[in-house]
């Protein structure tokens, strides 16, 4: 059973920080490309950024230059540095992983999401 648990949300001012942490547990050969993923009330789900195995990444432009993704593929844990937060920050915020299982098959999986709110 592979699960993501997600850490690091909470309430913060406008304009100040959190870190939001992801780590995978269970049985997998390899984790490919990890995502961080957030839905605001009344809002669909949207991709907020994501680091491939080798270290690559990609941002929504909304969070571009705020916040800052990363990995650490020993402890197959993704991290979310989340700086300068806007309200609009303001969702729950869900941890996405893309494996490869014992039997080769490319398997997605989901945290349970992590709230994180931004009062102005």
């Known amino acids: 059973q592979v699960q993501l648990v997600e850490s690091g949300g909470g309430l913060v001012q406008a304009g100040g920080s959190l870190r939001l942490s992801c780590a995978a547990s269970?049985?997998?050969?390899?984790?490919?490309?990890m995502n961080w993923y957030r839905q605001a009330p009344g809002k669909q789900r949207e991709l907020v950024a994501g680091?491939?195995?080798?270290?690559?990444?990609n941002y929504a432009d909304s969070v571009k230059d705020r916040f800052t993704i990363s990995r650490d593929n020993a402890n197959n844990t993704v991290y979310l540095q989340m700086s300068s937060l806007k309200p609009e920050d303001t969702a729950v915020y869900y941890c996405?992983?893309?494996?490869?299982?014992?039997?080769?098959?490319?398997?997605?999986?989901w945290g349970k999401g992590t709230l994180v709110t931004v009062s102005s």
């Open positions: 269970g049985i997998f050969l390899r984790i490919n490309a």
């Open positions: 996405n992983a893309n494996l490869l299982s014992l039997n080769l098959r490319r398997m997605d999986y």
């Open positions: 680091i491939s195995s080798g270290g690559s990444t």
